[in-house]
């Protein structure tokens, strides 16, 4: 008999467990990826740069492998000859973490990022010389986090500053996205003017979606780095990128803690969230379930299919529901084996017989047997002196 104590201590660990499990049932996802997306160029929107970087820097961090990342930048600005600090890029005046770094991968730089460009990446429809970098290789277990920044308007998005994203282009998107099983589940977030407007249009499934600000509202810079001499973060990517740097891979949050720490007073504006489309809970969708790795494998209980049934002497044929081809049966394939081996013995033999003989017609003169020096060494040698007289006697 156990000690009430002990016995108290189990059901109550039994409790914890059985909670634990109900409240975060695990996710029915086996990969994640993440499309970020800076839309602006020019010196001046420095912070969308940094902004994207900041989000790219934090979902390697916890576990999405770059290989799963698709980063587009439609600017440079580690290389803008207005960078006081050349090859670096900073989301903070204090300037102790350099986001340009030595281990980015851009996929998309320049005019590479453009509407037709991310269109196509998101609905699988890239050119078949595409590289697979930047291929979005996605299917119906994959979790996929999108985060644009940039500027924008109502129901718009402005790449290039020469052309605009539609909220019904990026709804008719993720639509084809769904119709051809690109996705499991999807976070769409959006910092940008009006952000919130850009998923209004979205309609299909398994898509939670939040932005910095609401119809008629800006969304606003942190703050300036005067050494830089422009601003270098969004408020509203500042803040939450400052809440996932207390995150690590095995962190427990959940998206509703990280919606709980939105605050206009912080932001200076008013975040949306839409989850209508989104019918898990809240409170039980993990933050890496979007924003960190997955080590996570299938595991098929079928047996695999072998060669020899040991029910039967005989092999599954094409009448059968697996659909193998006739073979011979389990004794008959045996008995090939061993004779396949036995010939094959035979010719090595008898392909090493041949070799001794043939060695022995070319090497005469050497004794087969090690006794003494064989009889053609005797008839060449007196050849050989008979050729070097000729030659002395007839000058050759």
């Known amino acids: ?130 590289p697979r970098s930047k291929r979005l290789l996605t299917d119906d277990r994959s979790n996929i986090f999108v985060y644009m920044t940039g500027h924008g308007g109502n129901e718009f998005l402005k790449f290039q500053d020469n ?3 539609s909220a019904f282009d990026i709804a008719d998107a993720f639509e084809q996205m769904w119709e051809k099983k690109r996705y499991n589940r999807m976070l769409f977030m959006t910092d940008t003017c009006q952000a919130n407007t850009l998923f209004s249009q979205i309609y299909s499934p398994n898509i939670l979606a939040t932005g910095s600000s609401r119809l008629g509202e800006n969304s606003y810079s942190h703050h300036n780095d005067p050494e830089i001499g422009v601003a270098v973060i969004d408020s509203y990517t500042h803040y939450l990128l400052e809440f996932m740097e207390g995150q690590n891979k095995t962190s427990t949050k959940t998206m509703k803690d990280l919606f709980d720490t939105y605050s206009f007073d ?27 790795g997955v080590a996570q494998v299938e595991v098929d209980d079928k047996p695999e299919p072998s060669l020899f049934d040991d029910d039967d002497d005989e092999l599954s044929s094409p009448s059968d529901d697996n659909g193998s081809l006739p073979l011979a049966g389990k004794s008959r394939a045996r008995e090939g084996l061993a004779m396949g081996m036995a010939r094959k013995a035979e010719r090595e033999e008898k392909k090493g017989r041949l070799g001794k003989e043939e060695g022995r017609r070319w090497v005469g003169w050497e004794a087969s047997e090690g006794a003494g020096v064989g009889w053609a060494r005797w008839i060449a040698l007196p050849l050989v002196l008979v050729g070097v007289g000729s030659c002395v006697v007839f000058g050759g």
């Not at 912080?266 to 960190?292: A, E, H, Q, V």
């Open 1 to 130: 008999m156990l000690k009430p104590r002990i016995r108290n201590l189990l059901f109550s660990l039994l409790a914890l467990v059985s909670t634990t499990w109900a409240s975060s049932p695990p996710s029915d996802h086996t990969n994640n990826w993440a499309v970020l997306v800076c839309t602006s160029r020019y010196w001046f929107n420095y912070r969308h740069m940094a902004n994207t970087l900041g989000m790219y820097r934090t979902v390697k961090r916890l576990g999405i492998p770059d290989s799963n990342i698709i980063l587009m930048l439609a600017d440079d600005v580690a290389c803008n000859p207005r960078n006081s600090f050349p090859a670096t890029v900073y989301a903070n005046s204090d300037r102790k973490l350099d986001l340009y770094g030595e281990n980015i991968e851009v996929d998309y730089r320049g005019y590479e990022v453009s509407v037709e460009s991310f269109i196509r990446l998101m609905t699988g429809r890239t050119p078949p010389s595409t």
């Open 163 to 165: 052309e605009e994203i």
């Open 266 to 292: 912080r932001i200076k504006s008013n975040p949306g969230i839409r989850t209508d489309l989104f019918p898990f809970d809240l409170d039980s969708t993990l933050l890496t379930d979007f924003f960190g």
